[in-house]
């Protein structure tokens, strides 16, 4: 069933709508002699759009998140993060603050370096993500108090040690 408030097609003759008409009219006087600044300002504006668009004042760049010395640096730092929070043991009362600190560091590096087609392609960043997933899907599902079962944590640390390797051969 339609609404009543949509408008449909039908075949009744509609009626047009009175006009409106103002009950008050007032007068008033344009002065015609000074030029008003709005058609220079839309020329400036129209020029300058032209200029910054055309490509000679601001050429279009495609951007990349980093070098190659940035990311094996940043990949470096993450690992070691990682290292450091999954060796900490379970009654020390900074693992809470080690792991806030790995997922913001880990969601950070995930962000800058996964629209980056040229690294998708490496073995660093594959094994990389790979460790971070299972590291953060760790402390998601079962807390930053959680320790991380041996199998995990073993495969963790191969993960990220053929990532070191595959950066010193990238």
């Keep these: 069933m339609a609404s009543p408030t949509l408008l449909t097609p039908t075949s009744k003759p509609t009626t ?10 007032a007068t008033t006087t344009i002065n015609t002699t000074a030029q008003s600044p709005q058609p220079l300002r839309r020329h400036f504006l129209s020029l300058a ?24 640096k940043e990949t470096e730092q993450v690992i070691e993060k990682i290292r450091n929070t999954i060796n900490m043991p379970k009654t020390d009362p900074k693992v809470a603050d080690a792991v806030a600190e790995l997922r913001e560091a880990s969601n950070s590096w995930v962000a800058k ?33 959680a320790p991380i079962p041996a199998k995990r944590k073993q495969r963790i640390l191969e993960e990220m ?7 010193l051969r990238d």
Excluded: C, Q
């Design 113 to 145: 370096y996964r629209r980056e087609k040229a690294l998708l392609g490496r073995a660093s960043f594959r094994d990389m993500y790979s460790a971070l997933n299972a590291v953060s899907g760790h402390y998601i599902s079962f807390g930053p108090s």
């Design 49 to 72: 759009t032209t200029a910054l668009s055309s490509g000679w004042l601001l050429p279009l760049m495609p951007a990349f998140a980093a070098s190659d010395e940035e990311y094996v």
């Design 161 to 167: 040690e053929t990532a070191e390797k595959a950066l």
């Design 16 to 25: 047009p709508l009175p006009s409106l008409k103002p009950k008050y009219t």
